[in-house]
């Protein structure tokens, strides 16, 4: 028997979300229903909702989630109801090329749950990430569910799904910071400050906050920022030549995703530093850079 529930639902582009009545299937083979207890809200939905993911509207908002496993269908063996998960963006295939080389993280056939939540009406949803979780119950691939001690409160396991795994991940993974580095972290909001928070567990000693709000720098404090920098007022690149001897840092992340704010990351490492892109950008932002520059700094530029 399907659910009716309630949920946010984006209909158009750049129009004010509604609370919609939303259809979850019964789970078919594979699936599993979530209760969601906590959703996070994360930028990325504000980019389903302004047309900068894709225009494959309506889309049930929502991605950063925890809860209880209400249902399962034919075959789910890796949970069972009642179990408390976080909910992450797709399942893993296991059998692609990467897969393959064990580095599941870069799986290239990631999947979603089969079936289609939709309206009361019966208008298929586009679940934002393949999750949807801006509602009271979803439909999801039981591979998206990730087990987690009970004993979590929902309000910070469901971070693990995105803003603390891209931050976190773009510093320990992508930036590869090694102990006694130096680090800025441009954005502070949730991924910016999980950015911050992996580059101390990595070891960096030096670790600058880059924003253009005061009440954000001294959050980032509090997550391991040794230094800040208000750049609405400030050069964001010389004041972290400052705090690093005149070099520069030894990776850099723009947790913003903006091309202005990239081009401060490029400039802001040191010789053969590191550059990590994580904040989304929109699908019209382009960069230029000197090319003597990307040869000339060496390193890497990656997201």
Known sequence: MAYEVKGVVARSKG???TVETVV???PGPGEAVVDIQACGVCHTDLHYREGGINDDYPFLLGH??????????????NVEVGDFVVLNWRAVCGQCRACLKGELQYCFAT???AQQMTLADGTPLSPALGIGAFVEKTLVHSGQCTKVDPAAPATAAGLLGCGVMAGV???INTGAVKRG???AVFGCGGVGDAAIAGAK???????????????KLEWARTFGATHTVNSKGTDAVEA??????????????DAVGHPAVFEQAFYARDLAGRVVLVGVPTPDMTITLPLIEVFGRGGAVKS
């Open 201 to 215: 567990l990595a070891g960096a000693t030096t670790i600058i906050a880059v924003d253009i709000d005061d009440r």
């Open 15 to 17: 129009a004010p979300v």
């Open 111 to 113: 999947h979603n749950a």
């Open 24 to 26: 979850v299937p019964d």
């Open 240 to 253: 972290i030549k400052a705090a690093t001897g005149g070099f520069g840092v030894d990776v850099a992340i």
């Open 64 to 77: 950063e989630a925890a809860g209880t496993v209400a249902a399962v269908g034919a075959g789910v063996t």
């Open 181 to 183: 580095e130096s680090v």
């Open 169 to 171: 991940g773009a510093a």
